[in-house]
């Protein structure tokens, strides 16, 4: 099956997909400062850069789509039906970093928390976030 989009189109929507500043990091970057946390973003000098650092706790936070890092059993990930093997080669290569970081980050002495896009949707919001409170202390 080909792509249903000219090679133009699709690299610009490739393009416009963002590795930082994404909406579901935005809203639990807010949400920890109006409750007083203060963290680091994208510490390039941990494994897997993570999303939001608290040095003190020593506890680093990633916030995963649901697409991007293969999110099992959840009714956001689905493959594309285009280039199926490349997406599944691409998808599998995400979750083989996702672990191998998390590895190294407690080998190092961090607590990892991750939480999925899907987590931070309205119905599960505020438990999710409530979670995290409770995993930050």
């Given at each position: 099956?080909?792509?249903?989009h ?15 500043d ?6 639990v970057?807010?949400?920890?400062h ?6 680091r973003?994208h510490c ?5 850069k ?5 040095t ?13 890092h ?16 490349w997406w599944r ?8 970093n ?16 991750t ?23």
């Amino acid at each position: 099956m080909t792509d249903v989009h000219e090679p133009e189109i699709r690299s610009y929507n490739m393009s416009r997909i963002r590795g930082k500043d994404t909406k579901p990091e935005m809203l639990v970057r807010r949400f920890l400062h109006s409750h007083g946390y203060r963290y680091r973003l994208h510490c390039s000098d941990l494994p897997g850069k993570p999303d939001i650092v608290f040095t003190k706790t020593k506890t680093v936070l990633f916030i995963n789509g649901c697409f991007w890092h293969g999110h099992e059993n959840c009714r956001y990930f689905t493959i594309p039906k285009t280039r199926t093997e490349w997406w599944r080669n691409k998808i599998v290569q995400n979750r083989t970093n996702d672990l191998k970081n998390c590895r190294d980050l407690l080998a190092l002495g961090w607590n990892v928390i991750t939480i999925f896009e899907c987590e931070l949707r309205k119905e599960l919001q505020s438990e999710t976030l409530n979670e995290l409170i409770t995993n930050l202390h």
